[in-house]
């Protein structure tokens, strides 16, 4: 694919390494075009789209049950009376010969039917996808709708093998971005350790991590529900944000200018409002894959405000996070101790 300058629709379809990443049968390409789509934010609605169409047009063949068969060739088999040693006249040759062209006929529809809606695979066992975000990275999935969503570091995702079937249900653990692919039919169902999101089809940044105190939600656009364990259930607009504190059990929604600030993770920018010290040495392990040692205990509480890029080194943002801060801190491998 990097051979086109300026690709189209077609080009996607035809590209054999690009099927194979659609219908997830080789994991070489899957990683390949899952890095394709972190680097290509403009386009990507021509690669959605054809991705979209390699998977309805190509389908798991099943192969239909004998039983099915066979009892329907037995109640056929009875109508014509196969078992009695009589003289079959030549009318009822002609019959029987329209039956079993019938039953041939009626075979071949069940399999054109069960091969595209596993009608008749209803006790099939869920098996479950399950996606990982090592830290220090970001990763970009399609779900089997063509639903769009960006993994942040250290970021869990899974589903199950009924997605899309019989429902739309993920379960998050991290931070994630859901560009949800609309349909009234299925409900798009987001799990949190603390709290479910429901939506038909919206964009939305999810972080959910389990060592963290806060979660939010903030939403782009359309409309989501917030549903907690107890079942209070919160209704977030464009341009808000829901926070829970889970220690205290309390949340709040609050309207945010720029709310994709919430969200520029995704293209590799690090934010942070008014976050304790704390927090945002939490953040940047994730992000750099490294870990942190407090000494100073009295500077975990202090709060910040700013935005840095990931291709900023840590040595960089510590020294600005000192222009405000007294704080010594030394650097070895992936530890950063702080006194």
């Keep these: 694919m990097n051979k086109y300058t300026n690709y189209t629709f077609e080009d996607f379809i035809l590209d054999e390494s690009f099927n194979n990443y659609a219908l997830k049968v080789i994991d070489e390409d899957t990683l390949y075009w899952e890095n394709w789509f972190n680097k290509n934010h403009i386009n990507i609605k ?19 049950p004998e039983q099915f068969k066979n009892n329907e060739w037995a109640l056929l088999s009875q109508k014509l009376q196969f078992g009695k040693k009589t003289k079959i006249k030549r009318n009822k040759i002609v019959l029987m010969r329209k039956y079993v062209a019938a039953f041939v006929l009626l075979i071949g529809l069940f399999n054109v039917i069960y091969f595209s809606s596993d009608l008749f695979n209803i006790s099939e066992e869920i098996t479950y996808t399950k996606i990982y975000t090592p830290k220090g990275k970001i990763r970009t999935i399609l779900l089997p709708d063509s639903t769009l969503v960006y993994l942040n570091s250290d970021t869990k995702l899974k589903y199950g093998s009924d997605f899309g079937k019989n429902n739309r249900e993920v379960y998050l653990e991290g931070e994630a971005y859901f560009d949800v692919i609309h349909n009234p039919n299925k409900t798009f ?7 479910d999101i429901k939506v038909l089809g919206t964009a939305f940044n999810v972080s959910a991590y389990l060592y963290d105190n ?32 889970r220690n205290k059990k309390q949340s709040k929604i609050y309207r945010i200018e720029n709310i994709n600030k919430y969200s520029s ?3 590799g920018e690090i934010f942070f409002c008014n976050q304790s010290f704390k927090n945002i040495a939490r953040e940047l ?7 942190f040692y407090i000494n100073k205990k009295e500077i975990e509480n202090l709060k910040y405000t700013g935005k840095f890029d990931r291709n900023d080194s840590i040595t960089k943002i510590l020294k600005i996070l000192k222009l405000t801060t007294e704080f010594n801190y030394t650097l070895k491998n992936d530890t950063v101790e702080i006194n």
Excluded at 189 to 195: A, D, L, M, N
Excluded at 221 to 241: A, F, H, Q, V, Y
């Design 46 to 64: 021509i690669a959605i789209d054809a991705c979209k169409c390699i998977q309805s047009v190509k389908f798991k063949k099943n192969k239909l």
């Design 214 to 245: 806060i979660y939010q939600t903030s939403l782009e656009r359309g409309k989501i529900s917030i549903i907690d364990k107890k079942g209070k259930k919160s209704t977030l607009n464009p341009d808000e944000i829901h926070l829970l504190i």
């Design 265 to 267: 993770w995704r293209k």
């Design 285 to 291: 392990e994730r992000t750099y894959n490294i870990h």
């Design 189 to 195: 169902i987001v799990h949190t350790s603390e709290y």
